[in-house]
């Protein structure tokens, strides 16, 4: 690690700051994925995790998974708020006996000094009514500041999970921020170059947080996405209902991965519409459990798949 | 006596569940060693975010042997009852029994049981992995990859290991053999996370607590509260300043640091223009950390104080600096929020409560806010509150609720309402409604004086009851999700501590009234309905379709015209094209979209106040009041009046404390029970007043006499409100009373002097009525 240079260091740059977390869970035995080609709120959402997590076979991944959140779209004036931002996503399946050591290690290797810092775990039970999942662990704070989240998970899809699989999220720019020392994330230095070289986050992404707040709050079409979203739900069902087979001896499935795809797109269009305030308060619960109901059947399929299934 | 010592090292557990586990702990460990016969002298247990640990002292080496004597069937009985007798006691044969005579019963087959007591390593090493396994977390999770397989370990978070030693402080002591989930119960812990996480090998609790000391651990709970408390103050104080304690949180940090080290840190004065109460909020609920005032303004300051878990390389610069930075952050969205509240009018806020449902048969937030503002406006002359501040004051109560700091911080709602009805000009009264009108939410909380936060509370309340009664959605057992019984006893507090005369039963009617008078003045379609019939009506299936009558009552004077009558059985809200019209409506888009399900009013309107009554008696009893005489008040019927009832319960109990009050409830209750007799024999009641022509004795002349005069006092003093000389009044009966029943026989030979007597001691009865129904009360 001593050979980094010096604009791949993680307190002065962004990219390297990303590159050093891929680095140490490549360590781990990760498999190091690119991130999931759908838009998705969360990392939790790819099917690296989401998916991966079901069935009985061992899974370690890491990625950088872009998370789109509408909502949370500030039209750039907000100093850490963005609807669009990275997560740093790891999954252990079966969750290993030292992953909070492991965890507290990827933090040392990004610079966070625990003598110097104090690190805790917080209570959070993380739930996700969309995906039909649940699990118990904590957000983990560094000084007061909450830079990951840290899941057993126990239920994913509506499915079980046996092994459980250990899942941590980290928030990179929030982390990054802290790590270089900066107020505003667009304030990132995103290369670690100095002088004109220089590239800041805001260079990257300030004008998307600017033009995707005004289309999240003013311009999505909604009779465009209303539509969208009764497609895809169709499009999950069909899927679903067209992959299923009487194997030799049991059932199996042959289309899970494309059916979740329709799935995913069905709670980005949502979560658009959300934003656009076309969703009643009475409307969001059944539109929640319309995602849930496909997420579910989406993991009932992939229990019957090669990847999913026992033996 | 040997210790037990037992640890169970885990990956952080929540904060709020420590000390229910430790007293878990404790009490699941003794409850078992008593129930094995194990009397131990003492037991103490204690919890860290990471461990829980118990040392139970003065156990027992082993078990006493155990002799018993089991009884089994008669000799010669049924096979089938000697072979369970045999095999319950472990018997070879019945040879081995002893046969005991009973003169009574004939002989019995007796065993002998002898148990020899097992050494306490033993038991201990059977039943902790039981008590492992059977731990009652609020919620328990699987991990690793055992959890792939059935019957996998659940705990709080991953266990990682389990010290269980045993034995005498003089001596090396044992390990208690057992493993639960793969995990071998040992003599190996850990220290602090980050300061000293080595293992640790123990011994028994006292070398246990002082290593983990060493260790950066501080086992004790509340040794880390007091260290966190006495380092803060100090903090504070150094600087001329008042921690703001707050137990709760301390509480909670408490738990979350084994090595508590309290740190100050600051902000930006520029935020002390917030709210004290948002910043103590932001920094409290999002940061768990404590708020500092200066003592002489009583006002907040700028610093905070957080508790690390570390004594950081640094001294903790990095930490505060840190904290610092959150806390300033998150300063600066509250008064973002803050500022951008105070731009916006509260009354622009309500049309967005139209869109936002109450209950789905309520309705609206909208349509909530305009009842009780009528409710409130027609209660404000009973409480000497100004009708117009009290509109204003309902219209306002509830505006923050949308606000920016309110959807942040719910539990400052009401208290914001206040701040910003204040910016914004309101009178100081209706500003105050905005926070009072939620009050008192509970026993200790405080009851609203001023009157115009009465009426507003009130309607609020009364709102809530009668609407949740009427449509049938009554709190059932420890299931109030409406918090309807909060609600009633906050009702009886603001009458009673306000000293408020007022009629409940009116109170409850108007409230019902507003919902209707409301509807019918938007939709004016309210409806009575029938049960669901089938109709003559088929579907193509051959089916009957089915419907319901329906009569819409026509702009409705009172809510007289909605006593249901006969075919009716609720009452519905539609949004009506059925102005003036009865008729029958099958299933379908009328009834899809109507409020349907509301009783009739009246019969809601009696159970609410049955709901009352006993609120009333609880909350009474609650301070020393006796139930009995509460019933003997409520039966008298008609008891609307909250506060009168409570002066007639104290004035009723004063006078039962003299000996003219225990005696003449005697004598009543006697006359109860001979007329009960009679009336039953007879099969008729002695109502009427008794024939003077027919009284035969002075003693019955008397006691008419008495009645009369008793009758006439008691009434004017309770016409009076003067319930204490209603019962003096009352007194003067006792010496008539004792008469009659010394020298005049009940049962007269003569039927009609009989009936007559009879009906003079109705007469009693009737005259104590006065001021309560004796017969309910006890002794």
Partial sequence: MDAIPAHMRPERSFQGFILILQRFWADQGCVILQPYDMEMGAGTFHPATTLRALGPKQWNAAYVQPSRRPKDGRYGENPNRLQHYYQFQVIMKPSPPNLQELYLKSLAAIGIDSALHDIRFVEDDWESPTLGAWGLGWECWCDGMEVSQFTYFQQVAGVECAPVAGELTYGLERLAMYVQGVDRVYDLNFNGRDGADKVTYGDVFLQAEQEYSRHNFEYADTTMLFEQFRMAEEACKKYLAAGWREGSNQKEHLMALPAYDQCIKASHVFNLLDARGVISVTERASYIMRVRELAKACGEAWIHTEAGRAV | ?779
Wanted: hydrophobic letters at 45%; aromatic letters at 8%; one cysteine or more.
């Fill in chain 2, 1 to 779: 006596m040997p210790d037990l010592l037992l640890e169970l090292f885990s990956e952080e557990i929540p904060a709020r569940m420590q000390a229910k586990a430790a007293d878990d702990l404790r009490r699941m460990v003794t409850d078992k060693l008593v129930a094995e016969g194990l009397v131990y002298e003492g037991a103490k247990a204690f919890a860290t975010p990471r461990r829980l640990t118990l040392t139970v002292h003065g156990i027992p080496a082993r078990q006493s042997d155990l002799k018993e004597e089991r009884r089994g069937p008669r000799v010669g009985g049924a096979d089938a009852a000697i072979q369970g007798f045999l095999k319950a006691t472990g018997l070879a044969s019945l040879s081995e029994a002893k046969i005991q005579t009973d003169p009574k019963k004939g002989d019995f087959y007796i065993a002998l049981i002898e148990k020899p007591g097992r050494p306490t390593l033993d038991v201990l090493a059977e039943i902790l992995p039981v008590i492992v396994r059977t731990f009652p977390w609020p919620k328990s999770m699987r991990w690793g990859e055992r959890s792939g397989k059935p019957g996998a370990l659940t705990w709080v978070r991953p266990l990682h290991a389990v010290i269980a030693t045993f034995g005498l402080e003089t001596e090396e002591p044992d390990v208690v053999k057992f493993d639960v989930a793969g995990i071998e119960a040992g003599r190996t812990t850990f220290g602090h996370r980050f300061m000293a996480p080595a293992a640790i090998s123990v011994r028994r609790f006292e070398d246990y607590e002082a290593k983990l000391l060493d260790a950066k651990v501080v086992l004790d709970p509340e040794r880390r509260k007091d260290t966190i408390v006495t380092d803060a103050k100090q903090l504070a104080f150094a600087q001329g300043f008042e921690l703001v304690e707050d137990q709760v949180l301390l509480d909670e940090v408490s738990g979350l640091v084994e090595w508590p080290v309290a740190l100050m840190g600051s902000f930006d004065q520029e935020y002390l223009a917030i709210p004290d109460e948002v910043i103590r909020a932001t920094i409290r609920n999002n940061q768990k950390c404590f708020v500092v005032k200066d003592p002489k303004t009583g006002k907040l300051t700028n610093k905070f104080i957080l508790t690390a878990n570390i004594e950081a390389s640094d001294g903790g610069k990095a930490i505060v600096a840190g904290n610092e930075r959150v806390i300033r952050a998150r300063l600066s969205d509250a008064k973002f929020f803050y500022d951008s509240d105070l731009k916006t009018k509260l009354e622009a806020r309500l049309p967005k409560f139209e869109n936002i449902v109450f209950h789905e048969k309520l309705g609206t937030q909208g349509e909530r806010i305009k009842r009780i503002e009528r409710l409130a406006a027609e209660i404000a002359p009973l409480v000497g509150a100004d009708v117009e501040k009290t509109k204003r004051a309902a219209h306002l109560a509830k505006a923050d609720l949308l606000t920016e700091v309110v959807g942040e911080f719910p539990e400052l709602q009401g208290l914001m309402g206040k701040y910003y009805a204040l910016a914004q000009g309101e009178d100081a009264s209706v500003a105050a409604a905005s926070e009072e009108h939620y009050k008192p939410q509970g026993p200790a909380d405080r009851v609203p004086t001023d009157p115009v936060s009465v009426a507003v509370a009130l309607a609020d309340k009364l709102d809530t009851l009668s609407l949740f009664f009427w449509m049938g959605e009554l709190p059932t057992g420890s299931k109030d999700p409406f918090a309807l019984r909060r609600a009633a006893i906050g009702v009886i507090r603001l009458m009673l501590e306000n000293q408020l005369r007022l009629s409940l039963r009116s109170l409850l009617e108007s409230a019902i009234w507003s919902m209707i008078n409301l509807w019918d003045n938007q939709y004016r379609s309210v409806l009575l309905v029938s049960e669901l019939l089938e109709s003559d009506d088929e579907d193509s299936a051959g089916r009957k379709l089915k419907g319901r009558h329906f009569e819409h009552v026509r702009s409705p004077e009172s809510l007289e015209a909605f006593r249901l009558r006969d075919g009716y059985s609720s009452m519905a809200f539609t949004f009506g094209d059925e102005q003036g019209v009865s008729g029958f409506e099958l299933e379908g888009p009328m009834w899809a979209q109507a409020r349907l399900g509301f009783s009739d009013p009246f019969a809601a309107i009696r159970e609410l106040e049955l709901f009352f009554a006993d609120r009333l008696k609880v909350q009474l009893r609650d301070q020393g009041a006796r139930h009995d005489l509460v019933d003997a008040v409520f039966s008298l019927g008609g008891q609307d009046d909250l506060l009168l009832v409570v002066r007639r319960v104290e004035a009723l109990g004063k006078f039962l404390d003299t000996d003219d009050g225990k005696n003449l409830l005697a004598g009543t209750k006697r006359a109860n029970n001979i007329l009960g007799i009679e009336e039953k024999k007879d099969k008729r009641s002695f109502d009427g007043a008794p024939d003077a022509a027919l009284y035969k004795l002075d003693e019955e002349k008397a006691l008419a006499k008495a009645i009369d005069q008793v009758k006439n006092e008691a009434g004017a003093a309770v016409a009076k409100e003067d319930f204490a000389a209603a019962m003096s009044a009352m007194a003067r009966l006792r010496p008539a009373v004792d008469a009659f029943f010394d020298k005049v026989k009940v049962n007269d030979d003569d039927p009609k002097v009989r009936e007559n007597r009879l009906r003079l001691l109705n007469e009693i009865r009737a005259a104590t009525r006065a001021v309560a129904d004796f017969s309910k009360i006890e002794g």
